[in-house]
Nanobody, 121 residues
């Protein structure tokens, strides 16, 4: 199947920056959209940003102008550059990929284990 491993979370002060990475591995045939979602305590998981295999991007209104998503198709990796971080950005960030493995005829939704981002002074 397909595994996603995130890295780059941590504690940062308001106004600071962090860069998240997510690498996909396994029996990957093809990856379509990749993206980042987040879930704060007591809240539902929400979309942060997505990027297609061709590079088209989509952002939640709350992060537009502050976050930037990118990907390296050759390395099956997606990144999230987070700038001007605010306390309300505090959440567990999850990587997502819509991918097809060599063992499946269809595209499935895969998730990483999550990485904690805490914005606090």
């Amino acid at each position: 199947q397909v595994q996603l491993v995130e890295s780059g979370g941590g504690l940062v002060q308001p106004g600071g920056s962090l860069r998240l990475s997510c690498a996909a591995s396994g029996s990957i045939f093809r990856i379509n959209d990749m993206g980042w979602y987040r879930q704060a305590p007591g809240k539902q998981r929400e979309l942060v940003a997505t990027i297609s295999s061709g590079g088209s991007t989509n952002y939640a209104d709350s992060v537009k102008g502050r976050f930037a998503i990118s990907r390296d198709n050759a390395k099956n990796t997606v990144f999230l550059q987070m700038n001007i971080l605010k306390p309300e950005d505090t959440a567990v960030y999850y990587c997502n990929a819509k991918a097809r493995s060599y063992y499946s005829p269809s595209y499935d939704n895969y998730w990483g284990q999550g990485t904690q981002v805490t914005v606090s002074s």
